[in-house]
């Protein structure tokens, strides 16, 4: 419980999306985390070519690219039926790497934003993942018809590889894009916004600078995992939630189990202890408090073992994802699973009292 719990914590501290070499990200404050790299009617930045511009003329910053997600249709190449894929619209510059996509298939910087009137050259250019190239029917060199696009826009693929971006379901289709290209199919253009700010720097003074960009955001570091919000629903709570059930049940069926099979054993030494006078009351608080404090210690160990399993799930997530803290562990967590374990042992200390207050004293002393 700890361990997961620590997970839920790492989910609900960050909300970003991964980006290999990027070390911030300037986010709304109301962004959340959920399944996979989509917002839907989150807050976003406004004026952010000209805000990244700005920061990337900091000599601190390697460089500096705003990121707008969408769901955009896209017609399958050979039926001609409407097939969505999530397009990330970045400005692409040297090291770019988006939801395991490479920026270096795109041209560099955003020729179609033109000083805020996108009338400039239109690339099309696209990356996909192997997903995307699948429920499109295309492939590398291949022209693609935007499904609801009025003015007959069309796009190239550039390049086609693996990525990332999977969730339990399957890979989920990907394709990068110039953010004014994006902007432009979406009517994104008014306020040039986008959904957060990614921005690639070894010097911590940054992040001062940061985060006085924009009111209502905050700045996060790289340790977030690559996720944003897709839906109304809390992944956290219910991560959350779901470990501590399980925790609950399984602790009071083993504790439960446990301390029956103790107290079967014992019925000698609690038969002895009524003989000499011990009320039947004293008996059963003993045996609550003997099953408590056997569970309060199994609660302790709970901790450090949880602590070895966030440590393991950080390791895991850095060397699957490149993301270096995936779970977080908190003070409260300790206290948190304390409180949890005293629930299982006064729950789990109903059935072993029951059983010493049926014990027959002249059965078992004879």
Do not use: C
């Not at 439960?256 to 019925?267: F, I, K, N, P, W």
């Amino acid at each position: 419980m700890v361990a997961v719990s620590g997970v839920s914590l790492g989910l609900a501290s960050e909300s970003v999306i991964e980006s290999e070499g990027v070390d911030y990200w300037i986010v709304p404050e109301q962004s959340n985390v959920e399944s996979i790299a989509v917002s839907t009617g989150s807050l976003q930045l406004g004026d952010v070519h000209t805000t990244s511009a700005e920061i990337t003329r900091d000599d601190r910053v390697d460089y500096a690219t705003p990121v707008l997600l969408e769901l955009v249709p896209v017609q399958d190449r050979e039926t001609g039926d409407r097939k969505y894929v999530l397009a990330a619209g970045i400005v692409p510059q040297p090291g770019v790497e988006i939801l395991g996509l490479s920026g270096s298939a795109l041209a560099s910087g955003d020729p179609y934003y033109n000083n805020g009137s996108y009338n400039g050259t239109w690339t099309g250019e696209v990356a996909m993942n192997d997903a995307a190239a699948s429920v499109t029917n295309s492939s590398t060199g291949d022209s693609l018809s935007l499904a609801r696009s009025t003015d007959n826009r069309t796009l190239s693929v550039t390049n086609v590889s693996a990525g990332s971006g999977g969730t339990a379901g399957g890979a989920v289709p990907v394709m990068l894009v110039h953010l004014s290209e994006l902007q432009s199919v979406t009517g994104a253009t008014e306020g040039d916004s986008a959904d957060q700010l990614l921005v690639s720097t070894n010097d911590r003074s940054v992040r001062s600078s940061l985060e006085g960009r924009y009111p209502g955001t905050t700045v996060v570091t790289k340790s977030g995992l690559s996720a944003q919000q897709v839906s109304s629903s809390n992944l956290p709570l219910a991560v959350a939630v779901s470990a501590f059930i399980s925790a609950v049940v399984v602790g009071v069926l083993f504790v439960t189990t446990l301390m029956g099979l103790e107290v079967s054993a014992d019925r000698e030494q609690l038969g002895a202890l009524a003989a000499i006078g011990m009320s039947g009351r004293s008996r059963s608080l003993l045996v609550a408090t003997e099953t408590v404090t056997i569970t309060l210690i199994g609660g302790v160990i709970g901790i450090g073992v949880g602590l070895v399993g966030i440590a393991g799930v950080n390791r895991l997530g850095l060397a699957v994802f490149g993301v270096e803290t995936v779970a977080v562990f908190q003070p409260m967590l300790a206290g948190y699973a304390l409180v949890v374990t005293l629930l299982i042992g006064l729950i789990g200390a109903a059935y072993p009292v029951l059983l010493s207050r049926r014990t027959d004293v002249l059965e078992v002393l004879s």
